[in-house]
């Protein structure tokens, strides 16, 4: 009789350590981001928030950007497993360079860079804009504004310096500056009084992908089931955030990020929504994150005229992948 209740406490004691590891074991994920904590991340920290990461059976801690932080280079060496990316031009640059790297989602369609105008200024339209001064960073220098001299005749004489500051910009009312059109024309409106005229690249044949998630070959290769889960469950977070309850998602970034406030997070909301950032064309039908390649191959072939690529450096395509994406995932939980 001993024996048998040795072995019904020895039973026991098995399904009490090993029940729980076998339910709660889940895959730890580090997702390196290309910014701060802000509503334009708002999906990725819904499904932190609000536990659709932990039912997809991971784990994932998020690892900020920001302007003193290049969590780029963290990732082709192991040191994170995702990284959103902000453009397809440094996924076109990594395939060029044989760094093992891919595109597997590409979360915003639109790419929200804008150049913003004062109400007063003038300027009506896009080419009206050639004529002003024009406040950009070194980052905008180097890549959009290289397309913006070839494709649509701006002057680069007209360039003056940009550091995130907007107090040049404020003081003459001729100047236009770059922005995303979910942050500075809010940060705009506050101190003029006024919502700024803002014009989005995407409007004029800037087609790239934005807020991009890129991986490492090797987990594509090895673990296609961890990064399909991971992708799915980032594409559930942002149908939950711009379409459900957000208000978990709200309260990380603020706890993350200290300058973001309720007012930024709702205009920030209201723009992605308005302007079809993330949901809109193929997502419509193909789901959040979608990728077109023949999209890819236009866009490239669009920086190889503005003199960013050569013919040849790269095969665009292999910067991304579909086999992650187009499926629909999620779609039901868009809003009627």
Known sequence: MWYRRCSLCCLACVLFVTVPLCVHA?????LATNWKAQPE????????ADGTYEEFGLDVTIQPGGPLVNNRVLLPVGRVDFLVGTNLLQPFEA?????PTQVVAAIFQKDPQCLIAHPDSGYKNWDDLKRAPLLMGNSGRFSFFVWMKAAHDFDERNLRPYNHNLAPFL???AAVQQGYATAEPKRVEEVIGREPLVFLLADHGWNSYSTVIETRTDLIENKPDLVQRFVDASIVGWYHYLYGDNSKANDLI???????????????LRKLREQGLIDSGDTLEKGIGAIDTARVKNFYEKMVSAGLFEEGDLDPVEAVTTRFVNKGVGQELRSK
């Not at 395939?95 to 760094?99: E, F, N, P, S, T």
């Not at 603020?254 to 920030?268: F, H, L, P, V, W």
């Open 26 to 30: 889940r895959d730890n994920v580090v």
């Open 171 to 173: 003081t003459n009312k």
């Open 254 to 268: 603020k706890r993350e990020n200290a300058e973001m406030t309720d007012g930024q997070i709702a205009y920030s």
């Open 41 to 48: 991340l708002g999906g990725f920290y819904q499904a932190l």
């Open 95 to 99: 395939a060029k360079q044989g760094i």
